[in-house]
Nanobody, 115 residues
């Protein structure tokens, strides 16, 4: 069974930075598209950033120029560098791995942005 483990969430003041990590195991990491989703209370889960196996990257408009997704296939890890954080970025952030019919989720990590 595939396993995705997120880390790096926490509490930060507006304008601050956090780096999320997602370590994958029991999958052929390099062939998967890796995604970061988030879900705020009372809202639907939304796709924040994605990086394909070939390195193609996409972001939701609200995080462009502030967030950076990257992957290290040697470490089976995907990252989300989050800068200039805003209160509206507060959410549980989930790592997701997709390939063909395979679709795996991590347990989520809380990010809270508040003064």
């Amino acid at each position: 069974q595939a396993q995705l483990v997120e880390s790096g969430g926490g509490f930060v003041q507006p304008g601050g930075s956090l780096r999320l990590s997602c370590a994958a195991s029991r999958i052929i990491f390099s062939i998967y598209t890796m995604n970061w989703y988030r879900q705020a209370p009372g809202r639907q889960r939304e796709l924040v950033a994605a990086i394909s196996s070939g390195g193609r990257i996409n972001y939701v408009e609200s995080v462009k120029s502030r967030f950076t997704i990257s992957r290290d296939n040697a470490k089976n890890t995907v990252y989300l560098q989050m800068n200039s954080l805003k209160p509206e970025d507060t959410a549980v952030y989930y790592c997701n791995a997709k390939w063909s019919a395979n679709n795996y989720w991590g347990q989520g990590t809380q990010v809270t942005v508040s003064s």
